[in-house]
């Protein structure tokens, strides 16, 4: 986008009620993660944090735990079709603004070969869903999306520049 920006990092607990579903798990997550900066902020900072899951038969998966955790999401994805949710909170000392954005990504069936493949080689042990859309394996195993491919690979780009628009008027 062309902007000046400063990574900072701070540890976050991603603990959520499981009474929470799909958009209230990362509308939440991306909050708890803008709220750990209340306080810190100058009058001109604008803070950007965000969260993201793939929302898969009624639950979400996030990072997996190891191996076999990516494994099992992997084949769980196979030949169907999940949502991939992530959520933005932005916020400045007088302004927050949480949006998200959902897109349905569509896998062609994976043979167990191809999974061990994409994880011994890729390792996408910090991805939600484990996987990113961006490497081998969103070349030659997802069959179709519906919605922002920028989503998929980690932030809705377009929409958080749209959302940035209003807090500089």
Known sequence: MDLDFEIRLKEVEEIYSEDLKAEEITNYLAELKANVFVGELSDNDIL????????????ALGKPKNYEDAFKMLQSLSGKTHEV??????????KTDTFYEVTKVTFNPLTEEAITYYLD??????KAGSYGI???IGLVAIARIDGS???V??????KVYQHLLTFVK
């Open 85 to 94: 949710i992530t959520s933005v909170c932005i916020r400045t000392n007088t």
């Open 48 to 59: 950007v944090t965000s969260d993201t899951i793939v929302w898969h038969e009624n639950k």
């Open 121 to 126: 080689n890729y390792k996408p042990f910090d």
């Open 149 to 151: 491919y920028a989503n």
């Open 153 to 158: 690979v980690g932030l809705p780009v377009d």
């Open 134 to 136: 961006q490497e081998w």
